[in-house]
Every structure is written in structure tokens, then in C-alpha cells.
């Protein structure tokens, strides 16, 4: 028998709605490459789960979604056999199951439970007494111990050790390292800041709200880095009355220094108000820096090559001084003579992990070296589009040397465009954030500063 839900409630009463919920998204995850973060608030919406059920129902998918690896190793052992030859259905709800029993409060007989009741009411006893004997055996050790057996040895490989116990791929750990200076103390404490659920980040729509008046209207606190940056401690952002007219935004505090930073950069020469942003999908520092261009008198060209995204884009900057084009970045066929130019690259967006639980596992690799070509082609495209004396700000959501520091190296060389000291432009009331090393670039860390890893650096074409 299957499940569902009827007049937004969940039907079937022989199973929890709150695990039944995150059974979903989790399956949608892993055969549609569902993205748990979207989907999740609207059936939460759906199945009337509201507060400490939609609370824990979050921390469940999540939680299990972001520790999938660590997860599927204990299974492992404790099944004796490679998750692959487990039937999807059941990996689900083992991995749902082995993450109450090893990273929540929850009672270990609760966590047994009612997994094995989401199995007997799809799939029959028989693949529930499967789930129920995998599940006692994880039950017999916390995480800790688990970790012992299964990682790596911290005195022979501390960072595949630190990958096991803070669930990243090792790939992932040795990018940190490289990108933290080789830090085995940085790493840990960037792995550990990456698999802890963040805080919800709004930002205050500059000309129609402060952020002072942003924390009051959400019980939310100001931001310490971004004028416009408001911490929410958690909730659905999308119930707020003041989000849902328009006055705020979710956006993460990193991404809002990137606009700041955008309209801040030292040109050589008067501002004329013409600014772009080279590759503007979804629109979130499109809508900010469209509410900045606003106050400034300047106008901003977003181009974005879906027109899915374009529509987006159309939504979030409606009533603001913005022109959408849907075309490709790479040769969008505007008139170059621009005075500022955002190039926020598609990137392997190893920086928002904690946000995307589930991206972790998804990523190779190769994903990398795809995108490098792209993120070359894309900054010496906005130089081209930049006026002499004008600014180009390059960013990603990844602090990879490849996609950062790689590509600016590259295309400076080839172009001979100028380096900007980009700590100057993200400072708040001219105090300089900590954590931002010699420059000339800006990365920022979730251990450091509390946002995603964003990376920008500041150009000025000469």
C-alpha cells in the first residue's frame, strides 16, 4: 500500500507523518535529484506540519541528507553487505533511521520503530524485519564509536578522518585544506561549521526597509557583516508577511557583500550609472543591486540564458530599474561601456553546502574541471564589457582554487587587467572584517564568518 496525504493531511495512520515526510524528500532526492531545500517547505505547507513537526521534520531530512556518506558507511557494516546492492526504498529509511539513532535525542527504540513501520506499510514484514535487524545493530554504538572503527586514523590520515566524522566526501576535505592554507585546525573547524544546519539569512530591500526594522517585523537579529542582513534562528522565511510583500529576501549574508562590494569598487572616472550583471539567474543580488542602483540613480542589465530563470529574475526586481536579457553571457550582443560589471560564475557551489545538504554527495571532481573553461570565458567577457577605468567583481559560491583564484590568475594574465584590494569594499562602517587574510581577494568561511564560502575578487580594466 502506498502513502499520501489528503486535504493536507498525511492518510495513513499506521505511520509518523513528520518521518513519513522525510522518507519523501529524501526518495525524491535520490531518484529525481530533487533538491531537499526546495522541496521540503512546500510539503511541509502541503501536509499541514507546523511548528516542532515542521521543526523536526526539517532537522530529519537535512540532517540525514548532509551526513548520507558517514551514514551509508555504518550501514554498511551493519548489514554486511555495500549499500548499493540495498533496494533504494529501504536505503531511505536506513539512513533516515541510522541518523535518529546516531545524531539526534531521539530514543533508539522511537528511531527503530517507526522506520520499520515505514517500511512494513509500503513494501510488507519481510523488508521490515531487514530494516529492523540493521537498525538494532547500529543502535549498539554511537557515532563515536562507529567513527573509530570506520574512519581513517587521525594519526595516518587526519583529513580523510575529519571527512568521515564531519560527513564530506574526501575530495571536498583536501579542496579546504588546500584552499585553508594546508590548516588540519582550520579544516576541522570549516568541516565542523559545514555540517551543522545554518541560520536563515534575510536581507532589507535598501528604499523600503531597514534591517533594524527588518528584525523587528521578523524576530530576527541585524547582521554583523551586511547592512542589510537580518539572522532568522530558523522557520519557513516564506510565511513572513514582510517576505511575502516584497520588502525582504532570503540571501545569504555572504552573497550580499558580493552586491555591496559591486557598487562600491573604485572606478578610474564618474560613475555613469550603467551597471550589468553577467549572469543574473535566480535574481537574488540582482534584486539587491537593483534596489542599490535605485537609490543611486543607475540603471542594471541582468542577463540570464534560461528564460525560466529570466522570469525569475522579472519577479524578484519588478518596479526597479532593471532591463533582463535572456541570452548567453558569453556573447550577449550589448553594447560594451559599462562601469560595473557582476560576473557571479556558475560554479561547483562547494561554498553552500551546509545550505544544500544533499549537493555534497552529488558533486565530482570533474564538475570542476568542466566549469573552469566557462568561468574564464564568462571574466574576460565582462572585462571586454567593462569601460576602461570600470570594474569587473568575479565571484563564486566556492572557495576551489580553480574556480577562484585559478581563474583570476588566468584571465589577469591574459588580459592585463588590474587587481583591486576587494576587503575594502565589504567593510561595514570602515571596520575591516576579520578572518580576510593579506588579499587582494575576499574568501569568506561558515567557521569564520558565519556565511557561505563566497570568494570575490575586484578588477579594474586598464
Keep these: 500500500m502506498t502513502t499520501g496525504k489528503q486535504g493536507g493531511k498525511y492518510r495513513d495512520k499506521r505511520v509518523d507523518p513528520v518521518r513519513a515526510t ?28 507546523a511548528g516542532r ?56 527504540h522511537a528511531a527503530v520503530s517507526t522506520s520499520v513501520d515505514l517500511v512494513r506499510a509500503e513494501d510488507g514484514q519481510g523488508p ?14 554511537d557515532e563515536e564509536l562507529w567513527a573509530q572503527e570506520l574512519a581513517p586514523s587521525i594519526a595516518d590520515d587526519p583529513v580523510g578522518h575529519l571527512a568521515f566524522v564531519y560527513a564530506h566526501p574526501r575530495w571536498v576535505a583536501d579542496v579546504f585544506r588546500e584552499a585553508l592554507g594546508g590548516s588540519i585546525g582550520a579544516l576541522q573547524a570549516a568541516l565542523a561549521a559545514d555540517d551543522s544546519r545554518p541560520p536563515v539569512h534575510l536581507v532589507a530591500r535598501p528604499g523600503q526597509v531597514t534591517a533594524s526594522e527588518l528584525a523587528l517585523m521578523s524576530g530576527g537579529e541585524e547582521g554583523r557583516l551586511s547592512p542589510y542582513c ?82 525569475l529574475i522579472r519577479s524578484v526586481t519588478a518596479d526597479l530599474p532593471v532591463t533582463v536579457h ?21 560554479c561547483s557551489g562547494l561554498g553552500s553546502l551546509r545550505r544544500r545538504p544533499e549537493a555534497r554527495w552529488r558533486r565530482r571532481p570533474a564538475d570542476v574541471d568542466e566549469l573552469v573553461p566557462l568561468q574564464r570565458a564568462l571574466l574576460t567577457e565582462a572585462l571586454a564589457l567593462v569601460r576602461p577605468g570600470g570594474a569587473v567583481v568575479y565571484s563564486t559560491c566556492s572557495p576551489h582554487p580553480a574556480e577562484t583564484t585559478g581563474v ?51 578588477l579594474r580594466r586598464t
Design 128 to 141: 521490515a524485519g531487514f530494516v529492523n535487524a540493521v537498525l538494532r545493530k547500529v543502535s549498539q554504538r
Design 408 to 458: 583570476v590568475d588566468a584571465v589577469c594574465a591574459a588580459t592585463g587587467a588590474e587587481r583591486l584590494d576587494a576587503r575594502i569594499f565589504v567593510q561595514t562602517d570602515g571596520m575591516p572584517i576579520d578572518g580576510l587574510g593579506s588579499g587582494p581577494h575576499v574568501q569568506l568561511w561558515p567557521h569564520l564568518h558565519g556565511t557561505d564560502a563566497m570568494f570575490l575578487a575586484v
Design 22 to 49: 522525510a522518507r519523501d524528500v529524501l526518495r525524491a532526492v535520490r531518484e529525481r535529484d530533487a533538491y531537499a531545500n526546495l522541496l521540503l517547505p512546500s510539503l511541509l505547507r502541503e501536509r499541514g506540519l
Design 230 to 311: 537580518v539572522y532568522l534562528p530558523g522557520g519557513d522565511p516564506g510565511r513572513l508577511d514582510v517576505v511575502r510583500e516584497g520588502l525582504a529576501g532570503v540571501q545569504d549574508e555572504g552573497s550580499q557583500l558580493v552586491a555591496i562590494a559591486f557598487t562600491r569598487a573604485e572606478l578610474d572616472g564618474p560613475d555613469g550609472g550603467r551597471w550589468l550583471d553577467l549572469c543574473a539567474g535566480p535574481g537574488g543580488k540582482a534584486a539587491l543591486i537593483g534596489s542599490l542602483a535605485e537609490v543611486a540613480g543607475a540603471h542594471l542589465d541582468a542577463v540570464e540564458v534560461s528564460e525560466h530563470r529570466a522570469d
Design 326 to 346: 535572456v541570452a548567453d553571457s558569453r556573447a550577449s550582443g550589448l553594447e560594451p561601456g559599462y562601469d560595473r560589471v557582476l560576473v557571479d560564475a556558475p
Design 53 to 108: 513537526d515542521a521543526a523536526l521534520a526539517t532537522e530529519l531530512t537535512y540532517g540525514t541528507a548532509r551526513a548520507q556518506g558517514t551514514l551509508d558507511a555504518v550501514i554498511a557494516a551493519a548489514a554486511g553487505r555495500p549499500v548499493s546492492e540495498i533496494d533504494g526504498r529501504l536505503l531511505d529509511v536506513l539512513r533516515l533511521g541510522a541518523y535518529q539513532l546516531l545524531r539526534t535525542r531521539i530514543g533508539s
